[in-house]
């Protein structure tokens, strides 16, 4: 029997997995999940998973929440660097490969059954159609699909870091607000769970809105706030968290139909990442979907592009899966 490792890491939590491979397929042998923070270094993480299994795999693959370049990355949101060769031979493993996170969440799009997705618009897919993922979590991740010929081969972008658009005045004054504070801003910095409490700010600090005291004890209780404001939002008990939520699904929105545009994904527009399932009490699909496709010549192009809702949290690494058990053919001749 032959074994492989695949994981996918994030800036708040981190799934490892070991696998049996065969000719036939692959099985899952057990998985594990791990709070990123608690770690120096992600090489710490593989070898507490592996510590005395009698499974050794020989393959490794692993998506990362950082942009890959030869084989390393510096994950953007937590700082760890890791260099694949270096795991290879500290782990004795006969190939490790690094992915951009959203490429192993965009490989594993076409394999996802029907309940792990949420219908926002059904529109029309084009077979061999282009297809885009966009995904909220600690960061903003973004990668898209294309046809090759054969089957759809996925590719990175950080594209969540590209200049922030506002298409309103309230956005415009948020952008505003936020350059007087830094040269640069990202939609990451306003459409993500780090981004959250950048409009939070805005709101409070810049538009003057007043804070209800509850709210207020609850924020001051924690380190990150996001959870509370995203708490207080879907308990509609709040009008300053519950408008911060309205100008970031806003926001997603627009960006969405960036991408959508930019690779002309009329195989369809997915949206992962981790926050979007928890958030679906206060999600509008009319008015994503309005914001989506406002984008005047394109209008019509963009309101015939399906939009699906990513709802597992285990999309990232079955995509890691599938290309280690690619990896794994590659090694051992499967078929």
């Not at 997995?17 to 120096?40: K, M, P, V």
């Amino acid at each position: 029997m032959d074994y492989f490792l695949a994981g996918d890491l994030g800036g708040t939590k981190t799934i490892l997995a070991l696998y049996a491979a065969t000719e036939q397929g692959y099985t899952l042998i057990r998985e594990q999940r791990f709070f990123s923070g608690d770690y120096d270094e992600f090489s710490g993480i593989i070898a507490e998973f592996l510590r005395g299994s009698d499974n050794h795999p020989q393959v490794a693959v692993f998506g990362v929440a950082g942009p890959v370049a030869d084989g390393k990355v510096r994950m953007t949101n937590l700082g760890w660097f890791i260099d694949q060769e270096v795991l290879r031979e500290r782990f004795q493993l006969a190939e490790v490969r690094l992915l951009n996170d959203l490429v192993a969440v965009a490989q594993s799009v076409s394999s996802l059954a029907s309940e792990d997705l949420l219908v926002v618009n059904a529109g029309t897919v084009v077979p061999q159609g282009s297809m885009a993922v966009l995904a909220p979590g600690t960061g903003l991740g973004e990668a898209y699909l294309c046809w090759d010929g054969a089957g759809y081969s996925a590719y990175p972008s950080e594209g969540g870091h590209a200049d922030f658009a506002p298409t309103s005045e309230m956005e415009q004054a948020l952008l505003s607000f936020l350059l007087a504070e830094q040269d640069h801003v990202s939609y990451e910095m306003v459409c993500s769970g780090t981004g959250i409490p950048n409009i939070y700010r805005y709101l409070t600090q810049g538009a003057g809105m007043k804070v209800p005291p509850d709210l207020q004890a609850a924020l001051d209780a924690v380190t990150d706030i996001t959870p509370v404001l995203m708490g207080q939002a879907l308990g509609k008990t709040g009008e300053v968290a519950r408008l911060t939520l309205e100008i970031f699904f806003s926001i997603l929105a627009a960006e969405a139909g960036n991408m959508a545009i930019k690779f002309l994904a009329t195989g369809g527009l997915y949206l992962g990442g981790g926050m979007l399932p928890r958030l679906l009490p206060a999600f509008d699909s009319k008015r994503f979907m309005a914001r989506f496709a406002g984008k005047g010549r394109m209008a019509g192009i963009l309101a015939t592009i399906p939009v699906r809702i990513i709802m597992t949290d285990r999309a990232g690494l079955n995509g890691a899966a599938i290309i280690a058990f690619q990896t794994m053919q590659k090694h051992h001749g499967y078929r």
